[in-house]
């Protein structure tokens, strides 16, 4: 029996928009395309939907298996690119506390990105807490709720937690993005993620693993030697001497 979200009566996600025209895909502006010689791939410098409308008008309808992409997270930040210590301005994210302006922009583009994906291609949308609930029933709605494939959890770089110092907090630590895994068909199937890898490796036995003990005390040992403590000297000499 099909569940709900799969009959014709679609559930969408309705926002107020200032203007109308942003959800159209008919933006043009200035691009500039540079194409290796050896490989053939393009590199855009553009608006990516600019970009993203180049290729359908270029015979790529259909013809796209992977595509990923990181949109801004309206967490109203500046990021930089940094080379040689050198910080040179990348983009502003201008979305903080503006829903609806970023749904006017990320949807035309998910529209033309759907055209572009092959029938056995996918797409990997990367997001966080602040957005991507949104961005799951658009995508719901352009790609289909039964070609939804997964929500990829993605752990964050470790960060000092600092929410024990205080006897209350409003939120907990965010600690992880989101990456919205949606395929073109339903009944497209995917190879595993992880293989085996064979590598010749033999048993660590008992006496190994002692020997192994062995060696990291006589180095411990030695670099103690060379420095100012005598009671720790005495006490890795005495360790030394139980596992010779």
């Not at 930040?77 to 940094?82: A, D, F, G, M």
């Not at 709605?141 to 752990?155: A, C, V």
């Not at 010749?200 to 180095?219: D, I, L, Q």
Request: contains cysteine; charged residues 30%; hydrophobic residues 35%.
């Amino acid at each position: 029996m099909p569940s709900p979200l799969q009959k014709k009566s679609k559930v969408k996600l309705c926002w107020a928009s200032d203007n109308e025209s942003k959800k159209t895909n008919g933006i043009k502006e200035p691009i500039r395309i540079l194409k290796n010689s050896t490989s053939g791939n393009l590199l855009f410098h553009s608006d990516n939907l600019t970009s993203v409308n180049y290729l359908l008008e270029h015979g790529f309808e259909q013809k796209i298996d992977l595509v990923y992409i990181d949109p801004p997270f309206a967490r109203g930040e500046k990021y930089y690119h940094r080379m040689k210590n050198v910080e040179n301005p990348a983009f502003e994210d201008v979305f903080r506390g503006k829903i609806d302006e970023y749904l006017d922009m990320i949807y035309p583009r998910l529209e033309v990105i759907q055209k572009l994906i092959s029938d056995r291609g996918s797409i990997f949308v990367h997001l966080d807490w602040h957005l991507s609930h949104y961005v799951k029933v658009i995508m719901d709605d352009i790609f289909g709720y039964e070609n939804f494939r997964n929500e990829i959890i993605i752990k964050r770089g470790r960060r000092k937690n600092l929410l024990y110092q205080f006897k209350s907090i409003d939120r907990m630590h965010v600690a992880n993005d989101s990456i919205l895994w949606y395929s073109k068909s339903a009944g497209m199937k995917f190879q595993r993620p992880l293989v085996k890898n064979k590598r010749n490796s033999k048993w660590m036995g008992f006496w190994s693993n002692v020997r192994s003990v062995w060696f990291c005390a006589r180095e411990r040992t030695m670099e103690v030697g060379q420095g100012k403590s005598a009671t720790g000297n005495r006490k890795l000499q005495s360790l030394y001497r139980q596992i010779r």
